[in-house]
Nanobody, 119 residues
Framework: QVQLVESGGGLVQPGGSLRLSCASS????????LGWYRQGPGNVRRPVATIRNTGGRDYAKSAEGRFTITRDNAKNTVNLQMNSLKTEDTTIYFCNDKINYTSGIKNYWGQGTQVTVSS
């Protein structure tokens, strides 16, 4: 069973920075995709940034130029550096591992970490 533990959320002023980190209980080198999602209206989780095992990255438009996703295979972690934070970035952020088994793709989620951007 894959377990993900997030850290790094908190309260920051507009324009500030936070770094989220997610530690996986399994070797992430071969995991198809790692990512960060955030909770939106209707409690729907929407992708913020994802990184594939090939190194390819995708960002939500709202995150482009401000957020950077990285993976550390030696530490089995995926990180999200968030700069120039805005009040609209306030929500719960979730770490995601997307593993491609022979039977299909399965998603694993962390418990979520609150990010609050406020003056």
């Amino acid at each position: 069973q894959v377990q993900l533990v997030e850290s790094g959320g908190g309260l920051v002023q507009p324009g500030g920075s936070l770094r989220l980190s997610c530690a996986s209980s399994v070797d992430i080198k071969s995991i198809y995709q790692l990512g960060w999602y955030r909770q939106g209206p209707g409690n729907v989780r929407r992708p913020v940034a994802t990184i594939r095992n090939t190194g390819g990255r995708d960002y939500a438009k709202s995150a482009e130029g401000r957020f950077t996703i990285t993976r550390d295979n030696a530490k089995n972690t995926v990180n999200l550096q968030m700069n120039s934070l805005k009040t609209e970035d306030t929500t719960i952020y979730f770490c995601n591992d997307k593993i491609n088994y022979t039977s299909g793709i399965k998603n694993y989620w962390g418990q979520g970490t609150q990010v609050t951007v406020s003056s």
